[in-house]
């Protein structure tokens, strides 16, 4: 059975990933922090639509570096990883610590290179593996008072376009795919006014839905997407491109 490990599960973009992994017929291990009743509501609605699929859930603080090997261990055998957690820091790079620097580097870079690291021989079986990044369109574009945010989701692309070469002759894709303004938890702090001018900003004028991010992320991780490796895809309604 395939099974894949979707990070951030508990958030609006990784829930509407795991909801179309399953539909495709994938058994998941979904992963959580905080919010361990979404994961609950999620585990039951999943479980209950897709009996024949296995579903667990998994809870790891990605800025502890400690929790990576019990998470690598829980996990049997694994085909896919998609990283769909995340969190930005919102101010002037003046303002910015060295704490914030290192929590979001951890957090974005470093931890789903430990996660790969301890998990790439059992994706490697498959002969037909695949990770994708739920990047940022501010990883290509960049954004003032996002400074850090925009450089560690760059780092994620650039670290897809290094590492799809050197696992390509295991059978791994490596894709990024970079959202642009999506309707979620991330932006509910926007008041109204800077709802509107974002909305300007942006061609299709609107927000994005977590549904058409996850499209992008169930097609990558179809068997028929197997010659797609190293790229980004920008899915931001044409905003900063
Ligand atoms: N929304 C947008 O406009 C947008 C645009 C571009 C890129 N993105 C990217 O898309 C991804 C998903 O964002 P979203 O909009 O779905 O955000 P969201 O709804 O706020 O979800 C954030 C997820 O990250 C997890 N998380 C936060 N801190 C964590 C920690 N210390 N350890 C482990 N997990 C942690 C949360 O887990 P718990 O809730 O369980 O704590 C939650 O599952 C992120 O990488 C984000 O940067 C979003």
């Known amino acids: ?126 002969r037909n593996g695949r990770i994708v990044f739920i990047s940022s369109i501010y990883g290509e574009a960049g954004s003032g008072l996002e400074v850090l945010y925009s450089t560690v989701k760059g780092a994620q692309i650039a670290f897809v376009k290094a590492y799809s070469k050197e696992v390509a002759s295991l059978g791994i894709t490596v894709n990024a795919v970079c959202p642009g303004a999506i309707d979620t938890q991330m932006n509910a702090h926007l008041d109204n006014d800077e709802k509107e001018a974002l909305l300007e900003e942006i061609p299709l004028g609107r927000m994005g839905e977590p549904d058409e991010i996850s499209f992008w992320a169930v097609q990558l991780l179809k068997e028929n997407s197997r010659y797609m490796t190293g790229q980004s895809i920008c899915v931001s309604g044409g905003w900063l491109r």
């Open 1 to 126: 059975m395939k099974a894949a490990l979707v990070t951030g599960a508990s958030g609006d973009i990784g829930a509407s990933i795991a909801r179309g992994l399953a539909r495709s017929g994938w058994s998941l291990y979904l992963h959580y922090h905080s919010n361990q009743e979404k994961i609950r509501l999620l585990l039951s609605e999943l479980q209950s639509a897709y009996p024949e699929q296995e579903f667990y859930p998994l809870r790891l603080d990605l800025s502890d570096e400690a929790g990576v090997s019990a998470l690598a261990e829980s996990i049997f055998s694994l085909q896919a990883i998609v990283f769909a957690h995340g969190k930005t820091e919102y101010g002037l790079l003046q303002d910015m610590t060295s704490r914030q620097m290192d929590d979001l580097w951890k957090m974005h870079v470093k931890m789903p290179i430990l996660i790969i690291q301890a998990l790439q021989d059992k994706i490697a079986r498959s």
